[in-house]
């Protein structure tokens, strides 16, 4: 009964934190959303104070109090309950070793940063948000001295978004997958087939797209009656518990894919939030088992799913009642022109092959300006030379190259590289899909999704984070975290679409 009656304390406490954590959410996702211009200022003392007290609450005595009465009792808990207790004291012991006003400080920069991204951005000149990024990488730099390291600092910033992930790893995960990526790449420059596109850009109204984005969050099993669907200059997903979970994406009335393939990316991410189990309330476990994971949910809805030749024959029957350009595209040229490989500037409108080459990138890069051998000065030309020296390409303006992404605006670093690692959780899992129900695609020509979405929620979404990834990863598919499933996924696709031999 003492157990018990503590750990329904610990719940009742961790409420009121993850209450907190919500209204501080609702005013990012407000600030990102509908936010007035001259309205940032002020709105950045509003996140400084709810962090504040956030703060207090996680490095409280009480929660110290919590840990100490509870660690003698770990034999008796149930798996949720030692979990609590793990995520409770990790978060505990390293945001104690923050202090509080340089926490506050930091949460009221990005926020601030935030928005000077997005004018920067507007105005296509890295000069406007240099100053602030500044400030956000030495203050990276300074928590991760609080927090300690043990062979390279980038490792501490690695660990927050995958558990246990170092760069000793993940320089052997990418290396695999850069070489995958560019010998199927290299196939692909040598074939003689061209793919057409064409009539996937011209004028396509913003408002029809929004309803056909509608319609496929729906099918692919988003509940709208626990989400919504705003806009944003960058897509996001965000949540308040599993009954409101908010997406945005941004439409383009000259381009088809955009704003349609960003909205089934955040679905997915919305999808899993959704489904994580109402018993996970309270827990500090009502989350991803990682942001990778995460990110494997999102990339295969929208790729693994989305862009698949059985899915697309769906989508084009019903693209062709909102838009007469598909009127005469045949399911052929429609699924090969989702699937065009092509070189690109952006990282979240790059095709599906070449997309891990951005991810990588940013990863060499972050791995750099962390560990203080480049600076910001020199981040714009290293950005540049990289894209010249990887992809082929280069930005005309700041907007369509540093610009681009928000993570770095808001302190996310070591987040980028969970987008690759998404791709490969996601390959991994869809082969154990397919041998578990192997004519599970041919529903989805009609679009059916259903049997999908309940295989996920079942495998992954339902447990929340009470299993670290590589827990989860081999409980679904037999085997810890292996690349070659999505290089061998990617030679299957992109070799017939391309007549390569």
């Known amino acids: 009964m003492e157990l018990k009656n503590k750990i329904d304390e610990l719940k009742n406490y961790l409420g009121q ?46 929660v110290s109090e919590f840990i100490t009465d509870l660690k003698p009792y770990v034999n008796e ?30 949460v009221g920069l990005c926020s601030n940063s935030e928005l000077a991204w997005e004018k920067a951005k507007d105005a296509k000149d890295f000069e406007i948000f240099k100053p602030y990024l500044e400030k956000v990488v030495e203050f990276q730099k300074e928590f991760i001295e609080y927090w300690g390291y043990d062979k390279d600092k ?31 790449l290299n196939k692909i420059k040598e074939s003689k087939k061209t793919l057409n596109r064409d009539f996937l850009y011209g004028k396509f109204d913003a408002d029809k797209q929004k ?16 989400g919504r669907l705003d806009v944003s200059v960058h897509p996001f997903t965000t949540n308040f518990g599993n009954k409101d979970v908010r997406l945005t994406t941004n439409y383009h009335e000259d381009e088809f894919t955009s704003a349609l393939f960003s ?75 989702m699937n ?20 990588i990138i940013r990863y060499e890069i972050e791995k750099e300006l962390i560990n203080g051998r480049i600076s910001v000065d020199n981040l714009k030309d290293l950005w540049n030379k990289k894209y010249k020296e990887y992809l082929g390409v280069e930005p005309r ?77 081999k409980q679904i598919t037999g085997e810890g975290l292996n690349p070659k499933y999505f290089i061998d996924y990617l030679k299957n696709k992109y070799y017939k679409i391309y007549d390569v031999e």
């Open 263 to 337: 909205t089934i990316h955040e679905g997915g991410h919305g999808i899993y939030e959704q489904n994580i189990s109402d018993e996970l309330e309270s827990t500090g476990l009502q989350g991803g088992a990682s942001m990778a994971i995460h990110e494997s949910q999102s990339r295969f809805y929208e790729n693994i799913l989305g862009r698949s030749k059985e899915f697309c024959s769906y989508l084009l029957s019903v693209a062709k009642d909102y838009f007469e350009d598909f009127k005469n595209v045949t399911l052929d040229e429609f699924y090969e022109a």
């Open 211 to 226: 309803e056909l984005s509608l319609y496929i969050l729906d099918k692919i099993g988003f509940d709208m009656e626990a």
């Open 154 to 184: 980038y490792d501490t910033l690695l660990d927050k978004y995958e558990l246990g992930l170092t760069t000793e790893k993940l320089d052997n995960i990418f290396l695999e997958l850069r070489d995958g990526i560019i010998e199927v």
């Open 397 to 473: 303006d700041d907007s369509e190259g540093i610009l681009q992404d928000m993570h770095w605006s808001d302190g996310s670093f070591g987040y980028f590289p969970s987008y690759a690692l998404g791709n490969l959780y996601g390959a991994q899992m869809f082969n154990t899909l397919l041998k578990e129900k192997p004519d599970v695609m041919e529903k989805v020509k009609k679009g059916n999704l259903t049997e999908i979405t309940k295989w996920l929620n079942e495998k992954v979404h339902v447990h929340g984070a009470i299993y670290t990834p590589e827990e989860l990863i």
């Open 17 to 62: 934190y993850e209450k907190l954590v919500q209204a501080l959410g609702l005013v990012y996702w407000d600030m990102r959303t509908n936010l007035p211009s001259k309205a940032g200022e002020s709105r950045s003392k509003v996140v400084e104070y709810l962090s504040g007290e956030g703060f207090k609450l996680i490095t409280s005595d009480k």
């Open 340 to 359: 065009y490989v092509e070189p690109s500037l952006i990282r979240t409108e790059a095709d599906e092959l070449t997309y891990g080459l951005h991810v």
């Open 77 to 106: 808990m149930s798996l949720i309950e030692k979990r609590m207790l793990e995520e409770l004291e990790r978060n505990y012991n390293e945001t104690k070793k923050i202090p509080e006003e340089k926490y506050v400080a930091y």
